[in-house]
């Protein structure tokens, strides 16, 4: 699987953005998804994840109740809308997959995960 994200920008302190991350080379159903950031200088933290089915997801509480993480198989794409965006955002955004057998599992850890896309920038400015 062949992970692209794009998306990112710079926005100011309580704007929005939507990330996409379209997958190539195979479909994404079976497939749990992430997001995961990274700042300059920190370790790459997990954001979000939706399970396979897409009934299930999972945020970390630095943004929870601000992001939503989705899919659509049909496009083979991820999405995540951030709203209420604050300066702590800023990082760049990678999207992830990992095949998964229970179509309710949530995986919040970057070791589990198999492909990754490129990443995107996000700044956010106060």
């Known amino acids: 699987v062949q992970l692209q994200a794009s998306g990112g920008g710079l926005v100011q302190a309580g704007g929005s953005l939507r990330l996409s991350c379209a997958a190539s080379?195979?479909?994404?159903?079976?497939?749990?998804l992430g997001w995961f950031r990274q700042a300059p200088g920190q370790e790459r933290e997990f954001v979000s994840a939706?399970?396979?089915?897409?009934?299930?997801?999972s945020y970390a509480d630095s943004v929870k109740g601000r992001f939503t993480i989705s899919r659509d198989n049909a496009k083979n794409t991820v999405y995540l809308q951030m709203n209420s965006l604050k300066p702590e955002d800023t990082a760049v955004y990678y999207c992830?997959?990992?095949?998964?057998?229970?179509?309710?599992?949530?995986?919040?850890?970057?070791?589990?995960?198999?492909?990754w896309g490129q990443g995107t920038q996000v700044t956010v400015s106060s």
């Open positions: 080379g195979r479909t994404i159903t079976g497939y749990g």
């Open positions: 939706i399970s396979s089915s897409g009934a299930i997801t």
């Open positions: 992830a997959a990992v095949w998964v057998t229970l179509k309710t599992m949530i995986l919040r850890n970057a070791d589990e995960y198999d492909y």
